[in-house]
């Protein structure tokens, strides 16, 4: 098999993870305003109706929900807990950046 058709191929097997990935994505956690690929979206429509998109807010406040209650359940150290909690804060600050008018 010559380089080239090798090189072609795992491009097109990565492709083709990264499509199943963001069809996973749109099925599971779907954000109203997040980018969906036309084939993402194909391919998570096979699968039944698509869930409406749901405000990211929602999302981060489920995920920082699940943090807390890992926290108190001892199922997640305070040093895990703070570094999700960062990640967290930063992920919002991309999503929903904070406008402040001036005067």
């Excluded at 994505?25 to 409406?52: D, S, T």
């Excluded at 489920?62 to 150290?77: H, K, P, Q």
């Amino acid at each position: 098999m010559p380089a080239p058709l090798v090189v072609a191929v795992i491009v097109a097997l990565a492709y083709a993870a990264l499509i199943g990935a963001h069809a996973r994505m749109i099925r599971r956690h779907r954000v109203r305003g997040a980018y969906e690929p036309r084939a993402a979206r194909w391919l998570a429509a096979r699968f039944g109706p698509l869930p409406e998109p749901a405000d990211a807010g929602d999302h981060l406040a489920r995920t920082e929900r699940r943090a807390t209650d890992a926290l108190f359940n001892g199922s997640l150290d305070p040093a895990e807990y703070r570094a999700r909690m960062t990640e967290l804060a930063a992920l919002e600050a991309r999503e929903r950046p904070l406008r402040v008018q001036r005067s």
